[in-house]
């Protein structure tokens, strides 16, 4: 095969898989095969490296060309701009903490599926078009085209395997270490292609989704996780024991290497994706370059609001949506009860709506993708005026504008209990940001307390800090807890004060220890 350094990489990788695995039986979640070279694996990257000075590497990507790269769509789902100078692809880069070997180039636009509307309705890929070419070195060698590759044409809910794939990444090794979360050097592993993934129901859309993933003799998985999303899934050719072509892209999974849910991958060969990832021009999707904003002369029932999408690189196609919130006695919106009201560019105020608040959530698509950006807040509304209403007459009205009117919404992305403690990570959503955003959390003991008074120490909810540990993601960590069933909750709080919902929880079990031999 000509692309020989891909070829010889993982050649090498194959000849070491065996052994080293069978030494390392409680190597998981993706590093059962330890450390590789795979010159056609780029990171993306912060632009600011880490706490311990190492590339903050997000998601991982593939180079297609030396001017392209391809990732996954929900790696690029930035909070409203997601202007693509937010973050750098690097290329030839092995272990994060020496980034003196690799190219760091910056993008200058990001194409993804119009239709594309979160990972969990497929179309997970995206287009990165560098800003200035990469040069090809034998560390960083395109992997074009993307297959075609037959008999993954066919969607099929899996079980039936058919060849093997390596996966690629600087994503999470392994949730129960207390440090080191992401490995520093790149890390490989071999997984079965149409692994069998029933187990997600109608969730895994076989047409466009890929099940990949292996379970080991030892019990173990083999699985991507968390920052590996967008990197390759590489179709390998035993006959050559080299890498043939792009089978899949990291997309998402329930959980990480929890045993009968294996990986989900963007289907390259669906024909639709295939075609727009070979895209020799990929369109870009539109920028936000002023955020929407609610255009009305009164604040008042009767008077007409408009939905202004703001300033937008290209032309996009915009809809919009309204949002209402009734105003709570502390004078925010009450974000527990916010309803779409409307779906039209412009909406009039009904006596309905005295005193709650408005925004709109404006969605700009063109060929290149989709996006959504919600204004500001507006209100709350005043009772009708006498003689209707007139223009400048809400001059003196009171009229929140920036108010921000979306609630967070959070889940538990990572939870483990090793020994004593717990580790949960807990991603924070919010359309309005998630900068200021801060987490209330808690556990409580649910099993193994006596009952009545006795045991009401024993059932004392305890208070848990959360850290801060990137945008949006936290980290909670329960110490010194005796072994029993533990509800653990957490409710994010924006910088607006709006609190979500309905708590994130889960139930852990901290298992009694094993003596030790
Ligand atoms: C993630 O969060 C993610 N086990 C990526 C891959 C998988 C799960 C989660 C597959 O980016």
Redesign the pocket.
Known sequence: MSRHPVALAVAGLLACAAPAHAQDPGARIINPDGAITVPYQVALAQRTLDGDGNVAVFCGGTVRDAAHVITAAHCLEGETTDAPGEFLVVAGLFQRSDPSVAQVVEVAAITTHPAYRGADTGNDFGILTLAEPLRLTPGAVPFDPPGTVGALAVGAAGGNPVGRALISGW?DVDPDQDNAVQPDPLVGAIVDLNADCSAYGPAFIATTMLCAGRRNLDGTVT???????GGPLARINPQQNGVVDLAGI????N??AQAGFP??YTRVANPDINARLRQSDPPARAVMLAPPAIDAHDVAVGATLTCNPGRWSSAPVFSALWLRAPLAPNGQPDTSRIEVVSDRPQIVLRPEDEGSLFACEVRATNAGGSLTALSGGIGPVQPARAGGAQPGAGAGTPVAVGADLSVPTSSF?RRSCRRRTCRLTLKVDDLGGVAGTRVRAGAVRVSGCPTGRKGRKCRRPRTLSARDVAPGVFEIVARGLEPARYRFSATAVDAAGNAQARAAVVTLTVRKTKARA
């Open positions: 994503g699985d991507t996780c968390q920052g590996d999303s990291v997309s998402f999974g959980g990480c990986g989900i992305t």
